[in-house]
């Protein structure tokens, strides 16, 4: 039953609808358990704001005003008693209905919480400036009212001049009536000599006489005007006096319903400062206003490393538009948090150009400090370090540095402080390798993203005549990949229209039409990170060649360096392409997955590693590439379905293209029936393919520029590669990368390639390939530097022809577990600097001749469990800095003595038992480091 009290405290209509949703929330609160936590703030709203009510109900009875103001509110009250009896009977399996009413009741709370913090304030500055506004025309009617007493009074002054004058005539007249009379009795005693003077001079008496008799009468009419003027003089003081009274009295009940205002807004505020835990000032966290869903775990995982003592700078990062400010928002109003660091949460977007001189005066601001005007950077972060001690003893401290783009690492650094439980997290759309502790925020899974995307496009509140087919709906959130900002937009801009606009939009998207075609938000929010400074820019190259490659598939890390490194930046030792690679990386614009923890960065050893890409990335890629004409691109990515080619391809019988990337990806209906084209300027082909039997196009002979190759097959078993001779005839072939093909004629066609200088083979078929060969190669390789085999199971024995390839640096056969020995003519290869042997579980040991490779720096057999014994003449390779040896399981026996002429040896990798080995070697190899690696088990190396 609600509370007679309350609902007595607010009265009227508006107490009415307060009770009727005090009630419908008691009742519900402990029915629908889905809703108890919204309901519970919902029912502490409505016990905050009753007491705030009745004093506003007390001042509306004093002024005699009506109680219009609450109308609204009142009814929203009573639609919310409504809406909370329907939340009882909602279903905890209904996400869609569950996430609509969640956000209806919480749009309730809002809007009373509204009410009181932005509508009541009006509501009560409107009232204050009504009474000043009639005051103003209080003292506008009496300031009329003065003037006209003024001007009356000066009406009466210029009368009663008048008099004066008229008496003034009058005395003239009456002298001048005295004189006549004596003028009279001279004349009458000359009356003999001048009578007709005496009658002229009588006529003028009589005249004289009149004038006065008229003024007489025009005083007496004039005093008469003055008496009634003085009259009404009198009766304008007493209604001036009156109405200053009455202006008097105003203006103290002008100051008093301010001082009233003043106390209300106080108090507002306080209850402000109270609910919230902050001041509404420039770094203040605002309140997350999207319908959130799939952060609550993030949102724990993030507390728990904030939590731990060690870490003092926490770094959230994650791809545009995954919800990272959202996520640290909820931290900072998590009840935990506030806990924990109350009014110290402080708040600062950082952006892509900073001014470190401004965020520290906005973080006086906030604490109330007068801020002094700084001369420097360093002597704002002076001046903070010693505010940040200060207001330290009082809580601990929380500052979010958001948005901080690459370039502001250093400025981050300077936020940094030796204080005692003071913690900064930093968003960004970079994982900065200098901050060790981070937290990744991955895109939503399947059914969080469909709960956005079906509240963005409100489903929930459809009819069944505006039906939405469910698989609709499913392709919509697949090809948004779980990406917020996607799902948001998408969903939008599909509300609330039928089922065939929504098939068409699909139709599009599935005849190649890019999601960023229609939908720019999306696009202006991922293009954000493909903003580099000027010595980045190859990075937008970079990322834009990641479209290459098919969609949900793996990308091999090594065949991204080759093509880079030949397309952009040649280096010997594919140096910057690597460092991109992890630049990219960083960015969240592609993620690196290493399968070997335990490989080091010396050898720049990639082979087992891949990359993954986000599907919206890829789009993206692909759509910045499709800019331009197709035959003017310089990057062509061509998808073909079955045997449908794309209608450029086949308008003319040779089309000529301006393309230096080309890209073709075939599916499993392929025929391998193609049309001829011009492709001269194309220096890297990549040809993705999924059926059993795949020859190269013919048009490949004739790209002269071409200097990588990568053909890699997607499908399940390994493919039958035919036209393999067409190379021959490419003068600048660099790189060749092949995955998962069988090639019998490899050897022919490899001898007459003299540019070659890296042979990459990946689970291919090569037994064959290799072992039938009798080939002569000492002089038809000359620039070949670098091969590398893996999972090549059917390679049983080592190919003798490379023996012959002299130039070769790097060699490496790894994984290849039925690979039994090496030949000792592999002592001729006395350029190789890196051999690698690691997985090969049924080699045996490793020929004596290997002495003679004096330039070897790295040796790794890891994993290789039949080795048993090391050669006797290890220690001749003076150049050994890196010998890798983890799991030889059979490797027990001391090591040959040897092995101290190794005084180059700077770091030995293995397991804890072959540790012990090293042990008596330790005194005399002075820079020698054994290293125990971890058992690092992890499945990542399995295909997809």
């Not at 062509?636 to 086949?650: A, H």
């Not at 190789?832 to 070897?856: D, G, N």
Request: proline residues 4%; aromatic residues 6%.
């Amino acid at each position: 039953m609600a509370d007679p009290v309350t609902g007595a405290l607010v009265g009227a209509a508006f107490g009415e609808g307060f009770t009727i949703l005090h009630e419908a929330v008691r009742n519900v609160v402990g029915q629908a358990i889905m809703f108890k936590s919204i309901l519970r703030d919902l029912e502490s709203t409505l016990d905050r704001i009753a007491p705030q009510v009745q004093k506003i109900k007390e001042l509306n009875l004093a002024l005699h005003r009506p109680e219009r103001e609450t109308e609204i509110l009142t009814e929203q009250m009573k639609k919310g008693a409504k809406l909370v009896r329907k939340c009882s009977k909602i279903q905890c399996w209904n996400y869609c209905f569950k996430s609509h009413y969640a956000s209806k009741l919480s749009e309730l709370n809002d809007a009373i919480e509204t009410f009181c913090r932005v509508d009541l304030i009006l509501q009560i500055a409107g009232t204050g400036l009504e009474t000043l506004n009639k005051l103003n025309q209080n003292t506008s009617i009496a300031l009329e009212t003065s003037a006209k007493v003024d001007q009356n009074t000066n009406i009466a002054v210029e009368t009663s001049a008048k008099v004066d004058q008229n008496t003034s005539i009058a005395l003239e007249t009456s002298a001048k009536v005295d004189q006549n009379t004596n003028i009279s009795v001279e004349t009458s005693a000359k009356v003999d000599q001048n009578t007709t003077i005496a009658v002229e001079t009588s006529a003028k008496v009589d005249q004289n006489t009149t004038i006065a008799l008229e003024t007489s009468a025009k005083v007496d009419q004039n005093t008469n005007i003055a008496v009634e003027t003085s009259a009404k003089v009198d009766q304008n003081t007493s209604i001036a006096l009156e109405t200053s009274a009455k202006v008097n009295q105003t203006t103290t009940t002008v100051l008093e319903t301010d001082a009233k205002v003043d106390l209300v807004l106080e108090g507002v505020t306080e209850l402000r400062k109270k609910k919230f835990g902050f001041r509404t000032l420039s770094c203040a966290v605002s309140r997350p206003r999207d319908y959130i869903v799939g952060l609550e775990l993030p949102l724990k995982e993030l507390k728990q490393l904030l939590s731990n003592k060690e870490v003092s700078l926490l770094l959230l990062t994650a791809l545009g538009g995954c919800g990272k400010t959202t996520l640290v928002k909820m931290l900072c109003w998590d009840e935990d948090i506030k806990g924990i660091y109350g009014e110290n949460i402080f708040f600062v977007n950082v952006s892509q150009a900073p001014n470190l001189k401004v965020m520290v005066q906005k973080l006086f601001n906030h604490n109330d400090e007068e801020c002094p005007a700084f001369q420097s950077d360093e002597e704002a972060i002076d001046q903070l370090e010693q505010l940040l001690n200060e207001i330290r003893q009082k809580q601990p401290i929380l500052l979010i540095l958001d948005d901080v783009w690459p370039g502001s690492e250093s400025l981050v650094e300077k936020f940094k402080f030796d204080i005692p439980d003071y913690k900064i997290v930093v968003t960004s759309r970079t994982a900065f390798p200098r901050f060790p502790y981070r937290y990744n925020l991955n895109p939503l899974n399947r059914v969080d993203a469909m709960s956005l995307f079906c509240y963005s496009a409100s489903l929930q509140d459809r009819d069944e005549s505006s039906y939405i087919p469910e698989e609709y709906i499913e392709k919509f959130v697949s090809g948004c990949g779980g990406l917020p900002i996607a799902l948001k937009v998408i969903g939008g801009s599909l509300r609330g229209h039928l089922a065939g606009v929504w098939l068409s939009k699909l139709t599009k998207w599935s005849e190649g039409h890019s999601i960023f075609d229609s939908d720019a938000e999306v696009l202006d929010c991922l293009q954000k990170s493909l903003e580099f400074s000027a010595d980045k820019t190859i990075l937008k190259e970079y990322f834009m060649d990641l479209g290459s490659f098919p969609e949900d598939q793996r990308i091999s890390a090594t065949a991204l360096i080759d093509m880079w490194t030949e397309l952009h930046e040649p280096s010997e030792k594919d140096v910057h392409a690597i460092a991109n690679l992890h630049e990219l990386h960083n960015r969240n614009l592609a993620s690196l997955v290493m399968t070997r923890k335990d490989a080091t960065q010396i050898d720049d050893y990639y082979n087992e590693d891949f990359i993954t890409q986000h599907d919206v990335l890829r789009d993206l890629a692909i759509h910045l590439s499709n800019q331009e004409p197709v035959l003017q691109r310089k990057r062509l990515i061509v998808d073909i379905s079955g045997n449908n080619l794309p209608k450029w391809w086949t308008e003319q019988k040779q089309q000529l293209i301006n393309a230096r990337l080309l890209s073709i990806s075939t599916d499993e209906l392929f025929s391998s029936s193609w049309c001829n084209i011009q492709a001269p300027k194309v220096e890297a082909l990549v040809l993705n393919f999924q059926t059993r039997n795949y020859a190269l196009p013919e048009f490949v002979e004739k790209m002269v520029k071409l200097k990588v190759i990568v053909v890699t097959n997607y499908g399940f078993f390994p493919a039958e590669l035919s036209n393999f001779q067409l190379l021959r005839s490419l003068p600048n072939l660099t790189r060749i990368r092949l995955e998962k093909v069988s090639i019998p004629s490899l050897c022919n066609t490899l001898v007459l390639l003299r540019s070659l200088k890296k042979l990459s083979l990946f689970m291919c078929n090569i037994g064959q390939a290799f072992g039938n060969s009798t080939i002569q190669v000492s002089d038809s390789l000359p620039n070949l530097m670098e091969i590398n085999i893996d999972y090549c199971n059917d390679l049983v024995e080592f190919p003798g022809w490379l023996c012959e390839v002299l130039p070769l640096k790097k060699l490496r056969i790894t994984n290849c577990h039925k690979f039994p020995l090496l030949p000792e003519r592999i002592g001729n290869l006395t350029n190789l600097e890196v051999l690698r042997l690691r997985s090969c579980t049924e080699l045996s040991k490793l020929p004596e001749s290997i002495k003679s490779l004096h330039k070897l720096s790295i040796l790794d057999i890891s994993d290789c469990l039949s080795i048993c014994k090391l050669p006797k003449h290890i220690g001749e390779l003076h150049s050994l800095t890196e010998f890798h040896m983890k799991e030889c399981l059979r490797l027990r026996n001391q090591l040959p003595p040897s092995i101290m002429e190794l005084q180059q040896l700077k770091l030995v990798v293995c397991d804890e038992e072959r540790a012990k080995l090293w042990e008596p070697f330790k005194e005399f190899l002075s820079n020698l480091k054994v290293k125990v690696a971890k058992k690092d088990i992890n499945l990542n190396w399995l295909p997809k």
